[in-house]
């Protein structure tokens, strides 16, 4: 896929010469026709089309080839690469390039695995046929014949997408947990690593195709669930082509200005994408209380799954009456309903992920995992039991409302990232305990100012007594150090809060100390902390903090 920049809808003549260029360029290169997609937005347009498995570089210079041809790209002409302003030197070269490129094992290895319906997982480096404990890999230099491969062993294995704005973490993980109960080995890919059976085999954020590779090639692996974030289905795409179950926790403002998003239907239909791996007997579970994910998933040809807050929700009402699997709350218990059958499987007040019942988010959460879980095989006994117990253990979902109670003090520790995220959490600590609110804030440098702005905007709703303003350790992406935070504090003040109410530490780890040395007794912290390491390092000083009787006042 190109990224063009400047383009717009007004430019469909350049669209259909990108296109003549394509085809022609292709045709010398001898690949058959394939699908072509030109998609403008705001900002540009995203123009792809499809090629062989094993030509995929080459197709990348064909696409900037015929783009940049058309747009005096001369000045631009790298050696090695094709010429914008000559297509016969331009053919010469990418025909080179296709034969460098070119692995007809590779081609009979995936035409092989596809006759068979089996996955395939290609990259740079490596292939994999099946998944899991049904797969085998080989480095790409190194393929075997077609018939070397012990074809009759191969097999995927239960494999679920979760993507949506907020949740995904924290469903994905319950999922795990879920498979783990029904006892299949689980693997599961996040923001916060990969994991194989509850062990950590990777730190860091793998919620791209690369983590869900690593899930999905490691053959202990008997059922998989891959969280899939916006970044990466943008940037690289899905790393398989087929799911079993997919879903979408929401979708919220976020990231717009990226990779061709400007606004909310753009960003449901780019999460929508999981639902484009699933077969006709595959599951797309979908947040009934979104409207637009409601309007935008019309067009996809799978079945349905329907969440929400309310069991008596209109479009949950109807699916169940036609036979579909809905999941909400009714009398104060999440019911889970499937082909007529209806299952109590909790009482949300007593389901320590809810934090009393406080956090609707994290109940719709497990009402999306629920549904996911009934699709992949899980009994609803065993989902019941583990919506029953997960969360009270703070390994169960670290950094996300992760709780400490000591010195009269309430603290939430959240990864929330953007306003519907922290409006949540706040909600959260509002609902459960009165006293004074202390927050950190900060956002990462890649979000427009009016969404910083946002952010600001949500924080003072909540009228906090303190706000003490940091960078994101990693994530200052373009901007100069204290930039984001400056544009905070400008934000808040404007919308009524005082200096003294703002202090500025920009280190993730120094601005939660600076706000323990403020509180009091009685107060409510909220510490959004993003970075890993930052995390890591609040955790245990509020660990070793609970630990040890710390009071406020003390030294930290």
């Not at 969280?227 to 087929?242: N, V």
């Not at 959240?414 to 922290?422: E, I, M, R």
């Not at 924080?459 to 990693?474: H, T």
Request: with cysteine; proline share 5%; hydrophobic share 45%.
């Amino acid at each position: 896929m190109l990224e063009t920049i400047g383009a717009g809808a007004d430019d469909a003549r350049a669209f259909e010469a990108w296109r003549e260029r394509v085809r022609a360029m292709c045709a010398q290169l001898g690949w058959l026709p394939g699908t072509m997609v030109v998609r403008p937005h705001p900002g540009g347009a995203a123009l792809a089309f499809t090629a062989p498995v094993d030509q995929l570089y080459t197709a990348t210079e064909v696409n900037e080839w015929a783009w940049g041809s058309l747009h005096g790209a001369q000045a631009l002409q790298a050696p090695g690469h094709p010429a914008a302003w000559d297509e016969d030197s331009a053919a010469h070269t990418l025909r080179a390039m296709a034969r460098g490129e070119a692995n007809a094992r590779l081609l009979a290895l995936v035409d092989r695995a596809e006759a068979r319906a089996l996955p395939v997982l290609p990259d740079d480096e490596a292939l994999t046929l099946g998944l899991g404990e049904g797969g085998m890999t080989w480095p790409m230099d190194a393929l075997p014949p077609v018939d070397a491969v012990p074809w009759e062993r191969l097999h995927a294995v239960p494999t679920a997408l979760v993507t949506g704005s907020n949740g995904k973490t924290t469903t994905v993980r319950l999922l795990a947990a879920m498979l783990r109960a029904h006892g299949w080995r689980s693997g599961h890919s996040c923001t916060d690593g990969v994991f194989v059976d509850g062990e950590q085999l990777a730190s860091g954020d793998f919620s791209g195709p690369g983590g869900a590779r690593a899930v999905l090639r490691d053959p202990r692996v008997q059922a998989a669930v891959l969280e899939t974030a916006r970044g990466g289905l943008l940037r690289r795409g899905l790393a398989l082509s087929r799911a079993d179950v997919a879903a979408v926790t929401n979708v919220s403002d976020d990231h717009f200005g990226e990779y061709g998003i400007h606004d909310l239907d753009a960003l449901a239909d780019a999460k929508l994408t999981v639902g484009r791996a699933l077969g006709p007997d595959g599951v797309l579970v979908l947040n009934a209380d979104d409207d637009r994910l409601s309007t935008r998933a019309s067009h996809l040809q799978c079945r349905f799954a329907w969440f929400a807050l309310d069991q008596a929700h209109p479009r949950l009402q109807a699916h169940r009456a036609a036979g579909g699997a809905t999941c909400g709350v009714a009398d104060g218990v999440l019911r889970l309903d499937v082909a007529g059958a209806s299952f109590d499987l909790a009482e949300v007040a007593t389901m320590p992920l809810t934090a009393g019942g406080a956090a609707d988010y994290n109940i719709g959460n497990a009402a999306a995992a629920a549904l996911v879980a009934q699709a992949m095989g899980v009994p609803a006994a065993t989902i019941a039991q583990v919506l029953s117990r997960f969360g009270s253990d703070p390994g169960d979902n670290p950094g996300r409302l992760q709780r400490w109670e000591f010195g009269g003090l309430r603290i939430l520790l959240d990864y929330a990232h953007n306003p519907a995220g922290l409006k949540g959490l706040l909600k959260v600590a509002r609902a459960r305990w009165p006293g004074r609110l202390g927050l950190v804030l900060g956002q990462a440098g890649n979000r427009g100012n009016d969404d910083i702005r946002a952010l600001a905007g949500v924080a003072a709703q909540a009228k906090p007594s303190m706000v003490v303003l940091k960078d994101i350790d990693g994530f200052i992406r373009g901007r100069e150090r204290g930039e984001v935070a400056a544009l905070i504090g400008d934000e808040l003040r404007r919308l009524g809060l005082h200096d003294d109410q703002l202090r500025t530490v920009l280190p993730e780890l120094g601005a939660a100390r600076e706000l323990l040395a403020w509180a009091q007794p009685g107060d409510v912290l909220v510490l959004p902390i993003h970075a890993l390491e930052a995390k890591a390092e609040v955790t245990a000083l509020l660990d070793h903090l609970a630990a040890t009787g710390w009071q406020p006042g003390d030294p930290l």
